[in-house]
């Protein structure tokens, strides 16, 4: 018995030896140099991207990039190890927030020497200089994805509402009219933690605070500066929109903030502009998107995030290869229309003026939401701020903690964040 | 006369609600199992929708299909296949010497040893995956399976298991070989291996389910889309920026079903294997 | 005892296979990780020396202390919620039920299922909008619960989707050591007039004393090292109330970069792992032995 076990286990060592080494490829100067991708985009703009990726590759014969896939949450870690060891793929994405991390150590290239000022001209100049560091580029933005809001369309019908509102009364007002006269969820905002965190809430809480002429951190990013009438105003309106007005679902978390928003359950649907791909394949959702009102009447900034591509050192920087990687950094972003699909705003102003842009619905309505969009503040600690800070406002929301207390403690936690780095 | 004996009776009642009240715990344990199965049928709308049915509206494979058409699906379950089984062999081959050696031979310093194998149980991995990594990358190992394989092949449970199953083996055994003149290596191969099959077979088992199911550490030291192993190919399935729950079932049942089968086929073995474990007077 | 000992050399080249890889592989590494928890490091950059001050900040550090208790939480909850299962489970297999070998394969079935696969099939399970729980609850007029986005119930849900995916393996060990129970003592027992419950407390639980020691040891260590399912069911939510320490320690190395932190932590726990995995052996294993 034991003697056919061990033999049926040989034999399917042997089948996967034979199958599992992959046919090695030899280049030679013919043929198109090879370059490799990681790519952090999964699902929905996993699927876009790797389409971009296919366009790129069979539009010349030059350059051929091989794309991995690796899920958002083990991208970074994955990406760091191989940058420890330089081992990491000749291009990567890396969001902008977390170009602090890499930059200062040396693990990307400059990239001013490659790219000419007509391409440099091209970019819109807020996102492209968020690339910037002590004057040096170090990646391109490929697109800008700022906090938004969906409204659904039939149900603001339903309720005779017929202007967007646009501060923090008029949304609490037209959600309470909806409730009424639909029965329906007036804002649909995440607060609870579930397979993602609640991006959304953080995000809003930044923006407000921002909008209020003011900012989570101080300019220098040595200490929180919420702990103040600003932070007290916008953490009541979200904390009020769950608790006191019933108008926010309370425990939402992110997945379920976006399905309730697909079956027609929530009037105003708060999400970052990549939602616009998914919600438009949803058959018979008739919504409409806008950029993020001044909640507190001032300005109308936006928590936004940036894909930015870049360039790994290696520890023999093949020359041919870095040209390739400059070409299909370019060639990205100047598509970005494609890009675009998945809902994400375009970084270079040829492409916001391409008919095919100009052509997808809904983009058009927020692409000038770009201007206003507002980067992380640079400083090594911010993932540990963002991170702490987001479970802090959870608890606060979702428990209805006293709002002063509440900013209190995150601003004693913030500063002991900062001390440590 | 015919006399229906009450104890029979009774015994008969009490057989058929053992069996009705088993299938109902077998109905409630499998249910994930099956529920996963039909999720993956349906079409995500399906799934999230403001009416719920139990059963697909229309029963689709199309997750399937896309799983199998848009990636290297059939490529990652060979190279599971090959890790799995390579680091199988290599544990039992290191493992079982040295369990042999913890369960029946005094030497010293033999409880300090067995201490530090077991404290390679406690290790968070976390902490663990840079050194290895830059490791790994001065032996020129990065991207390769074999570099998936080898930091698993170590397997302190499978040590525990074996040793505590080999001390129960009579210690007059190896006296009588002893004075029959075999050296330690003939008894630990004809008479340690052959009793302790049972063991063994466990550990085979744990060692494979082990090496299959791992997933942060072949996501790190594997590059290339092609070379990934199930458990982290059909991870991608979860979107950026967004869960489809039906396409997510679907991997996780094309992941898990190489194993399923492997089981069920070799299931008699692995259930009598362990049933004859425990020598009899 | 035995002519011709040669112990301490068999003894030495038994081990060394294993030693072998176990070094390059395991002690190599680990090394390393105590060494880099005296640095402060980002990965990236050259480490910067800073001693003992990582320990020192862990020690004070509100989210360490949080973060573990939540780990033991889940460690005595599991613990005895497990062991007390599998061996329920070995009792139904091996006894009287007539189905007792299918039984057997469906409860280790969820064993061979992957992390990943189990917490994300039961987190969909416990999906508060849509998952099925709720809609059976639904169907029953009642409300819909946040498993896993209410702290009251987000700890539990990970423990019971633990339970089902891992009782099956306590199961196996604990039906080896029933196994091992010669049949004349119950049928001497039987005979002297036991019932089924006397025999069961008698005989059976004192006599698998060995096997719960082990199941009991393995179970501790490996509930201490819970990440996986936790992280993929709540994402340590909601507002960080399930984060249990692995998770702290794997979010400070390599999203906040503070590698020598993590390690320092890593060790904390490692240590704290090695020293309630000592006094349980102490404690109970030498009662095995007598």
């Given at each position: ?15 996967g030896?034979?199958?599992a080494?992959?046919?090695q490829?030899?280049s030679s100067?013919?043929k ?25 590759n ?11 896939m ?36 040396g ?30 580029l170090?990646?391109?933005?490929l ?13 603001l ?18 959600s309470?009219?909806?409730k009424?006269?639909?029965g ?18 953080t ?15 101080t ?5 929180a500066n919420?702990?103040?009438e600003?932070g ?5 309106f ?5 608790n ?16 309730q ?10 999400n ?5 791909g998914?919600?438009e394949?949803?058959?018979?959702l ?7 009102p001044?909640f ?9 995030g ?29 598509h970005?229309?494609?890009?675009a ?6 970084t ?8 095919s842009f100009k ?9 000038g939401?770009?201007?206003?969009a507002?980067p ?16 802090l406002?959870?608890?606060?929301v ?13 601003e ?10 | 006369?015919r ?10 009642i009490?057989t058929g609600?053992?069996?009705i ?7 409630i ?17 399906d ?25 290297y699906?059939?490529k ?8 799995s ?7 039992i ?13 005094r ?16 290790v ?30 170590a397997f302190?449970?499978g040590?525990?298991?074996m040793?505590?199953f ?5 210690d ?12 330690r ?6 008479i ?6 049972a ?6 088992i ?5 090496a ?25 399935f979860q ?10 079932m679907a ?5 898990s079903?190489?194993?399923i ?21 | 005892?035995?002519?011709?000992n040669?112990?301490?050399?068999d ?7 294993f030693?072998?890889?176990f070094?390059?592989?395991?002690v190599?590494?680990l ?6 928890s ?16 990582n ?11 949080s973060?573990l ?31 007792a ?6 409860f ?7 992390m ?19 809609q ?30 891992t009782?099956?393996f ?8 029933i196994k ?13 007039g036991?019932n089924?419950?006397q ?15 082990l199941?009991l ?30 998770q ?6 390599f999203?906040y ?12 726990l ?6 309630v995995s ?11 032995e007598?």
């Amino acid at each position: 018995m034991k003697k056919r076990i061990v033999f049926v286990f040989v034999l399917l060592l042997t089948i996967g030896i034979l199958f599992a080494q992959p046919a090695q490829e030899t280049s030679s100067s013919d043929k198109p140099v090879e370059l490799t991708f990681w790519s952090l985009f999964t699902g929905g703009d996993g699927e876009f991207f790797d389409a971009m990726i296919k366009e790129f590759n069979e539009s010349q014969n030059e350059v051929k990039m091989v794309n991995s896939m690796v899920k958002f949450d083990d991208y970074y870690t994955k990406l760091t190890t191989a940058l420890a060891a330089k081992t990491a793929p000749d291009v990567v994405v890396c969001h902008q927030a977390n170009l602090l991390n890499y930059v200062p150590n040396g693990s990307f290239l400059a990239l001013d020497q490659y790219i000419d000022k007509t391409t440099l001209d091209d970019f819109q100049q807020e996102p492209l200089n968020a690339c910037r560091f002590d004057g040096k580029l170090y990646s391109l933005p490929l697109d800008v994805h700022p906090i938004v809001f969906y409204y659904n369309k039939d149900i603001l019908k339903e309720a005779g509402i017929t202007t967007l509102p646009s501060s923090a009364e008029d949304f609490i007002k037209d959600s309470q009219i909806i409730k009424e006269k639909t029965g329906k969820w007036g804002m649909l905002v995440d607060n609870t933690t579930g397979t993602y965190k609640a991006y959304t809430l953080t995000r809003l809480f930044f923006s407000m605070m921002k909008q209020e002429g003011g900012s989570f951190l101080t300019s220098d990013n040595k200490k929180a500066n919420f702990n103040n009438e600003k932070g007290v105003a916008a953490l009541n309106f979200l904390k009020d929109t769950v608790n006191t007005y019933k108008i926010n679902p309370d425990q939402l978390d992110y997945d379920a903030a976006m399905n309730q928003f697909k079956l027609g359950e929530g009037a105003f649907y708060f999400n970052g502009v990549w939602a616009t791909g998914t919600l438009e394949t949803v058959k018979g959702l008739n919504f409409g998107a806008a950029p993020l009102p001044a909640f507190f009447g001032k300005e109308d900034w936006a928590w936004a995030g940036s894909h930015t591509l870049a360039i790994p050192t290696q520890k023999n920087q093949d020359p041919k290869k870095v040209q390739a990687a400059v070409k299909f950094i370019e060639w990205m972003t100047a598509h970005g229309e494609l890009w675009a699909k998945a809902g994400h705003i375009p970084t270079r102003k040829s492409v916001a003026a391409k008919d095919s842009f100009k052509a997808l619905p809904y983009r058009a309505d927020y692409v000038g939401a770009a201007q206003y969009a507002m980067p992380s503040p640079s400083t090594a600690a911010w993932n540990e701020i963002y991170g702490t800070s987001s479970d802090l406002l959870e608890a606060a929301v979702t428990k209805n903690q006293d709002t002063k207390t509440a900013l209190a403690n995150m601003e004693k936690v913030v500063n002991e964040i900062i001390s440590k780095y | 006369m015919r006399k229906i004996s009450s104890y029979h009776r009774r015994k008969t009642i009490r057989t058929g609600l053992l069996c009705i009240l088993d299938i109902l715990i077998i109905l409630i344990w499998l249910f994930p199992l099956a529920w996963l199965f039909i999720t993956s049928l349906k079409l995500e709308q399906d799934v999230v929708s403001r009416s719920f049915s139990f059963w697909p509206e229309h029963p689709t494979w199309y997750n399937y299909t896309k799983a199998f058409t848009s990636t290297y699906i059939l490529k990652w379950l060979l190279n599971s296949l090959f890790v799995s089984v390579l680091t199988t062999i290599l544990t039992i081959l290191v493992d079982t010497p040295i369990a042999y050696a913890f369960a029946k031979i005094r030497f010293k310093g033999r409880n300090v040893l067995f201490w530090i194998v077991m404290a390679g149980m406690m290790v968070p991995f976390q902490v663990l995956i840079v050194p290895l990594y830059l490791q790994f990358n001065s032996y020129g190992l990065i991207n390769s399976l074999v570099a998936a394989v080898l930091p698993r092949v170590a397997f302190p449970i499978g040590i525990f298991i074996m040793k505590q199953f080999f001390q129960d083996i009579p210690d007059a055994l190896e006296e009588a070989a002893f004075i029959d003149g075999a050296n330690r290596w003939t008894i630990f191969r004809k008479i340690i291996l052959p009793l302790g099959k049972a063991s063994i077979t466990t550990v085979v088992i744990l060692s494979f389910i082990n090496a299959w199911n791992d997933f942060l550490w072949p996501l790190i030291v594997i590059n290339d889309n092609i070379k990934y192993t199930i458990t982290v190919g059909v991870a991608n399935f979860q979107g950026t920026q967004g869960t489809q729950y039906s396409l997510i079932m679907a991997g996780a049942a094309i992941a898990s079903l190489p194993q399923i089968i492997f089981f069920l086929i070799f299931r008699k073995q692995i259930i009598e294997g362990i049933a004859m474990s425990g020598i009899k007077g | 005892m035995i002519p011709g000992n040669r112990d301490t050399r068999d003894g030495i080249l038994f081990s060394l296979p294993f030693l072998v890889v176990f070094f390059f592989f395991m002690v190599y590494p680990l090394l390393f990780g105590l060494y880099i928890s005296f640095f402060k490091w980002n990965i990236l950059s050259s480490p910067t020396f800073i001693g003992w001050k990582n320990y020192v900040d862990l020690f004070r550090d509100a989210k360490f202390y949080s973060s573990l208790l939540h780990t033991l939480e889940f460690v005595v909850i599991t613990t005895p919620i497990l062991l007390l299962l599998g061996f329920a489970m070995a009792l139904v297999v091996t006894g009287k039920s007539p189905m007792a070998g299918l039984l057997e394969t469906v409860f280790f079935i969820p064993y061979i299922f992957s992390m990943t696969v189990v917490a994300t099939l039961w987190a969909w399970i416990m999906q508060k909008d849509f998952g099925i729980i709720n809609q059976a609850i639904l169907l029953l007029g009642g409300q819909r619960i946040g498993w896993l986005t209410d702290e009251k119930y987000a700890m539990w849900s990970v423990c019971i989707a633990t339970f089902w995916w891992t009782a099956g393996f306590n199961m196996v060990l604990f039906t080896a050591g029933i196994k091992q129970i010669p049949q004349e003592v119950y049928e001497s027992a039987e005979i002297d007039g036991a019932n089924s419950w006397q025999r069961m407390t008698h005989i059976t639980i004192p006599l698998v004393a060995p096997t719960t020691v082990l199941c009991l040891i393995l179970q501790v260590i490996a509930s201490f090292n819970v990440f996986g399912q936790v992280y993929v069911m709540t994402g340590g939510g909601p507002a960080g109330s399930t984060r249990v320490l692995i998770q702290y320690i794997y979010e400070t190395g390599f999203q906040y970069f503070r590698m020598g932190y993590s390690a320092a932590m890593s060790y904390v726990l490692f240590v704290i792992m090695l020293i309630v995995s000592v006094a349980q052996y102490a404690v109970l294993g030498k009662r095995k032995e007598a």
